[in-house]
């Protein structure tokens, strides 16, 4: 059974900082690319970051020097970590694997996708 299962996400203050984490089972994770998406209230989901199974980084614009994407393939979990964040980083955070990714910021390149973790800024 494919599962995965995000964590970590909370509330916290303008400028502070959460680390996502995403573990996968019931297939091969260290041969998926694994994205970061989220979706706010009222807009489209958008991807946020992604990795590949060589440990290749992309990013949206709006988390670039911000966010950073990491794996541990030993434990096969992927990690986003989020600093300086902001009111319009508020959404629902969800992870998602590809076999093969091509254009990482398409929801529909990704096979797997998992429940969702809330993400609030606010003071």
């Known amino acids: 059974q494919v599962q995965l299962v995000e964590s970590g996400g909370g509330l916290v203050q303008p400028g502070g900082s959460l680390r996502l984490s995403c573990a996968g089972s019931g297939f091969a994770f260290d041969y998926y690319a694994i994205g970061w998406f989220r979706q706010a209230p009222g807009k489209e989901r958008e991807g946020v970051a992604c990795i590949t199974n060589i440990g290749e980084q992309m990013y949206v614009d709006s988390a670039k020097g911000r966010f950073t994407i990491s794996r541990d393939d030993a434990k096969n979990t992927v990690y986003l970590q989020m600093n300086s964040l902001k009111p319009e980083d508020t959404a629902v955070y969800y992870c998602?694997?590809?076999?093969?990714?091509?254009?990482?910021?398409?929801?529909?390149?990704?096979?797997?996708w998992g429940q969702g973790t809330q993400v609030t800024v606010s003071s």
């Open positions: 998602a694997a590809a076999r093969h990714v091509a254009l990482w910021y398409y929801d529909y390149e990704y096979e797997y």
